[in-house]
């Protein structure tokens, strides 16, 4: 199975602030990677689809980036609605499974 | 609007089963994937299977395999997953979640859709 890994765990940071957050895979896997946002309580939302397409309503200060194994999101001036916890996903092995997910960056208020 | 709606809460005692469903409009159901995702409280995301709503074929993680069972009835646009011989750490909430475009390879484009989620507790 293929690994996904992110860091940091989680972050602190304010309003205003350019965060970036890091997923690695344990193998190349190419630019078949997703980035998720999870509010507290709801289901999780999808920001980014094949590492940097910013899937239709995702704000522009959200990008991604990254190809092979290492891949960052970015959201560029922090708002209040995004303390929430971001999670990557490779879509890779699809449509063999399984599509793993990294273990999650929650951001909150520094 | 395109959404899905799960089924309610359950709580089941250990070695049963469980069945959700989660069903889908606004869109053509046969035409994309449904996953499977849960979430453990407090964990993070665990991706569980897909079904094909054309086809009614699927796929599952290796951890759930023989437990789990993805099925679909077309005539009403509804997907269901049954997870079996439960143990208390299949508490969790299970999702349901759209991939992002026509076939097998529709979820490069994301999960774009998911259901409101569904608390499953198991407790003796």
């Known amino acids: 199975d293929i690994q996904m890994t992110q860091f940091p765990s989680s972050l602190s940071a304010s309003i205003g602030d350019r965060v970036t957050i890091t997923c690695r895979a344990n193998q190349s896997i190419s630019n078949y990677l997703n980035w998720y946002q999870q509010r507290v309580g709801k289901a999780p939302k999808l920001l980014i689809y094949i590492a940097s397409r910013l899937q239709s309503g995702v704000p522009s200060r959200f990008s991604g980036t990254g190809s092979g194994t290492d891949f960052t999101l970015t959201i560029a001036s922090l708002q209040p609605e995004d303390f929430a916890t971001y999670y990557c996903?490779?879509?890779?092995?699809?449509?063999?499974?399984?599509?793993?997910f990294g273990q999650g960056t929650r951001v909150d208020v520094k | 609007q395109v959404q899905l709606v799960q089924s309610g809460a359950e709580v089941r005692k250990p070695g049963t089963s469980m069945k959700v469903s989660c069903k889908a409009s606004?869109?053509?159901?046969?035409?994309?994937?449904i996953h499977w995702v849960r979430q453990a409280p407090g964990q993070g995301l665990e991706w569980m299977g897909w079904?094909?709503?054309?086809?009614?074929?699927?796929s599952s993680s290796q951890r759930f395999q023989g437990r789990v069972s993805m099925t679909r009835d077309t005539s009403i646009d509804t997907a269901y997953m049954q997870l079996s011989s439960l143990k208390s750490d299949d508490t969790a909430v299970y999702y349901c979640t759209r991939a992002g475009a026509y076939g097998a390879y529709g979820v490069y484009y994301g999960l774009d859709v998911w259901g409101q989620g569904t608390s499953v507790t198991i407790t003796s």
């Open positions: 996903q490779q879509t890779y092995s699809a449509p063999l499974t399984p599509l793993t």
């Open positions: 606004g869109y053509t159901f046969t035409g994309y994937y």
């Open positions: 079904i094909d709503p054309l086809s009614g074929d699927t």
